[in-house]
């Protein structure tokens, strides 16, 4: 019997992750992206150890485990270069049973990529829904420029604007403006070295973190209208964070204008009612989009790509693995949106007396223990997949997730 079809509509991590996992358990899969190439918009990504968990299951994360950079302490700081809060890599990584990894995008995306037949990717290819499908009847139909294609499952993995949540949940008024903008980078490093950072201003914050390549991924974000924009980027960089703590102007000095990316904060803090309809499933940003401010929008999606191949075997009932999916993934991210959302709030406080109050706070948290900084990502960082992991060994030889803290770091303290 020829396999069960999936379509996924859109390219991204998690619907890369999606196509691999579906591709694994046994159906035909093609992935449809609207954009002429696999280049993703973006620079650098963070996966946390839940998101690497979930690429063991496709046989990746140990791959992506070993380009973690973060070597020794980080942590939070002023825009005077004071220290609010530290942590070490060690002990994040005690924690939570393995490292944070910060990588370009683009080798993500190319290494997911690599787990499916080229044959099942096309690109320049927009795609739309026409029906969501039947889950006991009639296939989902998908109008592309070539005509229209029949699937028995389409997976929305569509973005945040996603076309896919729209034709399913049409009252659904989607994501909102969460308040601020971000901007991305990745530069080389810079001669002096620093510690891993988040700094917190007046709502604003910058990040610089390293990469496995020796280049240096900073971010940034601060409150401002919608839509709003300048004509230089570097230059909007430089006038808010030019005066901030070394290294962040010899950052923006070593970027091109047309290296600084700028893009809005949108967020879905009310929730769908399901993440299914039909035949059709959603997942990553058009399922649940959230603020960044906890690194968990693409590990989330990653989580939502295994998690769905898990439910949905070929030959299985359609119907109860989607219903199956929502159940799992729904209330989970709901959770951490809503995490989220709460500490972009206090990334936005702007008077000076609540920024005050803000950082003495993180700095009486710390003293007390840097455990105790960890324990946000209780319940986040921690998660594991439903299903046995086996990317040291075959499928039939499932294996659990090989990292474990050198011997020198087993004793530090959480």
């Keep these: 019997m020829d396999a069960p079809r999936a379509v996924v509509i859109g390219s991204g991590t998690g619907g890369l992750t999606a196509a691999v996992a579906l591709h694994r358990s046994g159906w035909q899969v093609t992935v449809l992206e609207r954009a002429d190439s696999l280049a993703p918009v973006g620079a650098g990504i963070g996966l946390a150890p839940n998101a690497q968990r979930a690429l063991d299951v496709i046989g990746l994360g140990d791959e992506i485990r070993s380009l973690a950079a973060w070597q020794g302490e980080g942590g939070m700081r002023r825009p005077d270069g004071r220290w609010l809060s530290r942590t070490d890599s060690a002990a994040a990584a005690e924690r939570f049973g393995g490292p944070l990894v910060l990588l370009h995008r683009a080798t993500l995306i190319d290494r997911i990529a690599a787990a499916l037949p080229a044959s099942a990717l096309r690109t320049d290819c927009p795609a739309h829904l026409v029906d969501p499908g039947v889950a006991g009847g009639r296939p989902a139909m998908i109008r592309t420029l070539d005509g229209t294609m029949e699937a028995d499952l389409v997976v929305g993995a569509d973005g945040i604007h996603s076309a896919a949540r729209a034709t399913l949940f049409p009252d659904h008024p989607g994501p909102s403006y969460a308040g601020f903008t971000t901007w991305r980078v990745v530069v080389p490093a810079p001669p002096e070295p620093f510690a891993p950072h988040e700094t917190w201003g007046r709502g604003a914050l910058w990040g610089s973190q390293p990469l496995k390549d020796g280049r240096i991924y900073a971010y940034a974000a601060a409150v401002a209208p919608a839509s709003e924009r ?141 455990g105790l900084v960890l324990r946000t990502f209780d319940g986040i960082a921690d998660w594991r997949p439903p299903q046995p992991t086996y990317a040291a060994g075959t499928k039939d030889t499932p294996a659990e997730p090989r990292w474990a803290p050198a011997p020198e770091d087993r004793d530090v303290r959480r």
């Design 230 to 370: 300048a004509g230089d980027e570097r230059a909007e960089l430089l006038r808010r964070f030019g005066d901030w703590h070394a290294p962040v102007p010899q950052i923006i000095a070593a970027a091109r204008p047309e290296d600084v990316l700028r893009n809005d904060v949108h967020q879905m803090t009310r929730p769908l009612p399901a993440f299914h309809r039909g035949r059709t499933v959603l997942l990553g940003d058009a399922a649940h989009a959230m603020a960044p401010t906890l690194g968990q929008g693409g590990n989330q999606a990653i989580e939502d790509g295994i998690v769905l191949a898990h439910h949905v075997a070929p030959g299985g009932d359609l119907g109860a693995g989607l219903a199956a999916y929502t159940a799992d993934r729904l209330p989970r991210t709901a959770a951490v949106v809503r995490k989220a959302a709460q500490v972009s709030r206090l990334m936005r406080l702007s008077s000076a007396p609540a920024v005050a109050v803000r950082d003495f706070v993180m700095t009486t948290v710390s003293r007390l223990g840097p």
